[in-house]
């Protein structure tokens, strides 16, 4: 478990490591008489001697990386219960197809005639998504959850244009994540937050006021939102917002709730993201790779950006014919692996397997819910959906932090869940475990949560210097953010 610590010295960096003239392996001598590469090619594309490149053997090598890797903490090890982010397990099956060499190996700019294959499955990655949304048309182009924000986004943009008109603003709800505003700035809009209700939803007489004004462009919401909760308006809010000539963005990264439960075609989404990598079990962590597909509405088909797959006569092609189109958002077919191992996952579910998904994902957070709300306080009581909002205010008497719990929750073997997110819980601990575990694992989940919980009463210095168990202790993490070093450099001696 996360590399326990023993009495062997810290892990040193491979640079460290080096001992002048131990080498890892060597090429026989020459036979042939050495070529001057200067003779052939240019002395700018010419690279001189690495300096400080570590000399070490082979083993020395694999030993260091192997402890390295067994710092890691995934998914394939045990819970990973980081809300928002969706950490599902990754089937195998999904790695196995993705690496078919027929797949694997295919170059982007091979013809279309020598990639049917290809452009089939993309297709009917796109129908499974038309079915799953209730939209009519989708694209697969952009390459994660914030990039499918801005490709909506951009596409509301261009319909209001067409319209002559030049709405500035995008409301977006206090609760919603932080690609949100981020997405709707680089389109070129002007952000106003919107306060949530007592429940932590949407404030329809707050909305309608500030549609009143004229100048909204559109509502980005999430649904469920960041605190799991479902907007039980959202039906009457796409209407008030179309009713006023604005769009309704639905960030789509909590769909793994509702899958084949709700359609957010029926709700009036215009434009929906899907994070490939959180819903379709595709990995992610590290800052990708990703998908995030955008589902949109009838009112924004002609925005899609180009090129679009289409299956015409039998045969798949890859269509630029979009005159009002946005234009590419991403190069040749997007993060292709990806889509297959989606398309993988979704094929080997079936309609009923995605609804099942959908109940565990929701039933594992409610039993985690259900089984912590005494040792740890939730802000909002009402139901949740696939995750759950704790914080931090029990353990406020002795001085315990949610990132204390976080850190201890380490020593306890588990990846801590999401905290401070959303921004209006004061200490937040926002846990999603998704469908992947069972019982065994949430209540061993469950245990060190309580187990820390007590913790915190009666021994609050325990938990506030955790972790013990770790490579390294705590970081101070101002200043590695303030004053980085990313870099080995040789001390000079
Ligand atoms: C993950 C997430 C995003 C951003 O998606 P990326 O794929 O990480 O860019 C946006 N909104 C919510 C609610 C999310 O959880």
Request: aromatic share 6%; proline share 7%.
């Amino acid at each position: 478990m996360n590399g326990s610590r023993t009495l062997r010295e810290p892990e040193r960096l491979i640079f460290e490591r080096s001992s002048q003239g131990r080498v890892g392996y060597q090429l026989p001598a020459l036979e042939v008489p050495p070529v001057d590469p200067s003779a052939t090619l240019p002395a700018a594309l010419l690279r001189g001697e690495i300096e400080g490149m570590p000399e070490v053997s082979e083993v020395d090598v694999v030993r260091h990386f192997t402890r390295l890797s067994k710092w890691n903490y995934s998914v394939d090890e045990g819970l990973y219960p980081l809300g928002s982010c969706t950490m599902k397990y990754n089937p195998r099956i999904n790695e196995e197809l993705a690496r078919l060499a027929g797949i694997a190996q295919l170059h982007p700019l091979q013809p279309e005639d020598q990639v049917q294959g290809a452009l089939a499955l993309m297709w009917e990655l796109e129908q499974a998504l038309v079915a799953v949304t209730g939209m009519p048309k989708v694209t697969l182009q952009p390459a994660a959850g914030a990039h499918g924000e801005l490709a909506g986004m951009l596409m509301i943009r261009k319909a209001l244009m067409d319209r002559g008109e030049h709405r500035k603003l995008v409301l977006i709800p206090d609760s919603a994540h932080g690609t949100n505003p981020a997405s709707a700035v680089f389109a070129g809009f002007e952000t106003v937050e919107i306060a949530s209700t007592a429940q932590g939803t949407l404030d329809l007489a707050v909305l309608a006021r500030h549609l009143d004004g004229g100048d909204v462009a559109a509502l980005m919401v999430t649904v469920p939102n960041t605190l799991g909760v479902f907007e039980p308006e959202i039906v009457k809010t796409a209407g008030l917002l179309h009713e006023k000539g604005a769009y309704l963005y639905m960030d789509g990264a909590n769909l793994n709730s509702f899958v084949g439960i709700a359609y957010p075609g029926k709700m009036g989404a215009d434009a929906l993201h899907i994070n490939l990598h959180k819903t379709f079990s595709t990995p992610h962590g590290g800052g990708g790779p990703g998908a995030g597909p955008v589902a949109v509405s009838q009112a924004l088909v002609s925005y899609l950006p180009v090129p679009t797959v289409e299956k015409v006569g039998g045969r798949y092609t890859l269509s630029y014919d979009r005159p009002k189109s946005i234009g590419k958002v991403r190069g040749f077919y997007g993060n292709f692996g990806m889509l297959v191992r989606a398309l993988a996952y979704i094929r080997s579910l079936g309609r009923d397997g995605l609804k099942s998904m959908s109940e565990g994902a929701v039933l594992n957070a409610n039993y985690i819910r259900k089984r912590l709300e005494g040792d740890y306080h939730l802000q909002y009581d009402g139901p949740s959906l696939h995750e759950v909002v704790f914080d931090d205010t029990f353990q406020a008497a002795s001085g315990v932090k949610n990132v204390d719990i976080a850190k201890r929750l380490l020593d306890y073997g588990f990846h801590p869940p999401t905290m401070s997110f959303p921004l209006i819980v004061h200490g937040a601990l926002m846990i999603e475990p998704t469908e992947s575990d069972g019982i065994d694992e949430l209540d061993a989940f469950i245990a060190a949560m309580k187990t820390i919980a007590v913790e915190a009463k009666e021994n609050p210095e325990l938990v506030k210097g955790a972790p013990y168990t770790t490579p390294v202790a705590r970081l101070d993490e101002v200043r590695a953010a303030r004053q980085p070093v990313l870099r080995w450099q040789r001390t000079k001696s």
